[in-house]
């Protein structure tokens, strides 16, 4: 299995890290700041560098077929790392960031439509989440007004862990409608934005404060069908 360094402090941009496997299905690592692929979030782009200077060039991030198996997936024409070789993991911290800040806008997008979540992406310029909305309608002008309160107000977005006994007995804190949180493992990590705005079981990497995420606008709202609406948003920068 390897160490997921990431999933308790998504600020990190590199580590140290002893190569595990490598072959055509990708490099494995003792340890890595590397996210990959889940949850609606893109897997991390980035290096490693090996004891020599030499780089190999990481264009994704997934994981594998075997529950703790992260996949770091070289681009083309790159020289594998040998198995034992010590490197320097290292994301392209600049697209990481602003999936961060565009995730947690997705939680506060959450707090502020109230249906259940059929669908969702994060990108690092714009992203959409999927509601069913029933007779809800929405406003676009007032959705955005009410995200950027959110994130002017500063909020702390901290991540915790509960057990999956817990997370069982409290249903209601799972949002999305057809993939349920992991279980299995003996605990779920959440989100928690507060007090009192959002929490709710989420693997990904997320900023410290909504102050982070920075204004936004809601490009759009579409219709996806009967009950459902995808409204899209992206930073205003």
Not at 56 to 75: F, M, Q, S, W, Y
Not at 184 to 210: E, F, N, S, W, Y
Request: hydrophobic share 35%.
């Amino acid at each position: 299995m390897t160490e997921e360094i990431f999933r308790e402090d998504s600020y990190l941009r590199s580590c140290e890290a002893v190569v595990t496997a490598s072959g055509p299905a990708g490099i494995e690592l003792d340890c890595t700041v590397f996210y990959p692929m889940g949850g609606g979030q893109p897997g991390d782009t980035g290096s490693l560098r090996r004891s020599d200077g030499r780089m190999v060039n990481i264009a994704d991030t997934r994981k594998g077929t075997t529950p703790g198996e992260i996949l770091h997936l070289p681009a083309a024409d790159q020289q594998m790392p040998e198995v034992g070789e010590r490197v320097i993991a290292e994301i392209d911290w600049t697209r990481r960031y602003r999936h961060m800040r565009m995730h947690t806008c997705l939680h506060l997008l959450c707090s502020v439509v109230a249906a259940g979540v059929t669908g969702g992406q994060v990108g690092d310029a714009r992203s959409r989440l999927d509601f069913d909305v029933g007779d809800l309608v929405l406003d676009k002008t007032a959705i955005e007004a009410k995200l950027n309160a959110l994130i002017a107000a500063n909020h702390q977005a901290t991540p915790r862990w509960i057990s999956d006994e817990e997370l069982a007995a409290t249903p209601d804190l799972v949002r999305t409608m057809s993939v349920k949180p992991p279980t299995g493992q003996g605990k779920v990590r959440l989100l928690d934005i507060g007090p009192g705005i959002d929490l709710q079981p989420c693997g990904g990497t997320h900023v410290r404060a909504t102050g982070e995420i920075g204004r936004v606008v809601v490009e759009k709202i579409e219709n996806k069908g009967k009950r459902n609406r995808r409204v899209v948003i992206a930073l205003a920068e």
